[in-house]
């Protein structure tokens, strides 16, 4: 098992089992609104230090950042397999950018 979902099986286990002064409690309590408040702040936070080349806090925010996605699967009844199936179903496949904006026009 990998740290991902043993963190995931503990956020989990704190959505069916509540522990008073628990940080992932708290965000379940506050409701999705908080949790995506969250996940918004966390990926802004790996954008400026990914823009800033500091290695150290771009590991520090997508740690947070992967933290915060976890509670959001937790959250809406969806699992890090979930993903996984999504990602292997686009395995090998082209993506088609002939209908996509330019990068510098998004």
């Known amino acids: 098992m990998t740290i991902l979902n043993e963190l995931f099986d503990q956020i989990n286990d704190r959505k069916t089992t509540p522990k008073e002064g628990s940080y992932t409690n708290y965000l379940f ?17 790996v954008v400026i230090a990914a823009k800033n080349n500091d290695n150290a806090e771009l590991t520090s925010e997508l740690a947070d950042l992967t933290y915060h996605v976890l509670v959001l699967l937790a959250q809406q009844g969806l699992t890090p397999d979930d993903i996984a199936r999504e990602l ?17 026009e998004l």
């Open 29 to 45: 309590d506050r409701g999705l609104d908080k949790i995506l408040k969250k996940v918004g702040e966390e990926a802004t936070e």
């Open 88 to 104: 292997e179903k686009r395995e090998g496949k082209r993506s088609v950018t002939k209908d996509r904006k330019p990068i510098d």
